[in-house]
């Protein structure tokens, strides 16, 4: 199985070396939204205006993903109305965890555990091989910097890192002001059917929203 969208995000966002997360208050956001897209090009979600729809289809035999569908139908709960911006804000604080464990599950990272100060338990995820990581960085920089076309899974990829902000953990040492204009054509490209670019769209939104609440609670302190 395919290394998801999530996973990718995920693999950005790690320090090789240290483990730890970086842009952590961004990054659930991102990894919620990832995953919600996964859904969506699966066909196991369907967004219909600012709603979520749940597809009746089967299982896609992608624990993480079958995971979160679960998830989802116990949330809609069977009521019409729920927002695709609901589910990213309930979503984005319990979405890393299980992401984390899958790269774990994969091979990719390992998890590493210590105490902070000698009393605090942290975890840390270093980079035990990083194929996929080269490899996807690889994508991004053909897509973004050497103007490739990419398929439909790397401009989702970009749609998210583009509407998180994410534009200097998928592309380190490029200044943020040369490729994003890239990444905004690539994310509002007719690549998309409608149904995906209504879901990156109110993702987009929910992004704008966290970024105005974290520049506010910073200038606050």
């Not at 395919?2 to 483990?19: C, K």
């Not at 809609?76 to 979405?95: C, I, S, Y």
Request: glycine share 8%.
């Amino acid at each position: 199985m395919q290394v998801t969208l999530a996973e990718e995000i995920m693999l950005l966002s790690l320090d090789d070396e240290s483990g730890s997360v970086k842009q952590r208050a961004v990054v659930g956001w991102a990894v919620a939204g990832a995953l919600l897209l996964e859904l969506v090009l699966a066909e196991r979600v369907r967004v219909s205006g600012k709603y979520l729809e749940l597809a009746d289809a089967p299982p896609t035999g992608e624990e993480l993903l079958d995971g979160r569908v679960e998830l989802l139908r116990a949330w809609v709960g069977g009521r019409d109305g729920r927002r695709v911006t609901e589910w990213l804000t309930k979503d984005q604080a319990k979405a890393v965890a299980p992401v984390v464990e899958r790269l774990v599950g994969r091979g990719v990272v390992v998890e590493e555990r210590r105490k902070a100060l000698g009393v605090f338990p942290v975890r840390r995820y270093p980079e035990a091989d990083g194929t996929a990581e080269r490899a996807l960085r690889e994508r991004l920089a053909a897509a973004v910097a050497e103007g490739a076309e990419p398929d439909e899974r790397t401009a989702s990829l970009i749609a998210v890192i583009h509407a998180a902000g994410l534009h200097g953990l998928a592309f380190p040492g490029i200044p943020r002001k040369e490729i994003t204009a890239r990444t905004a054509a690539i994310a509002d490209g007719q690549w998309a059917a409608g149904s995906i670019r209504t879901a990156i769209r109110d993702m987009q939104m929910a992004m704008a929203a966290v970024a105005v609440a974290t520049t506010t609670a910073a200038t606050a302190v």
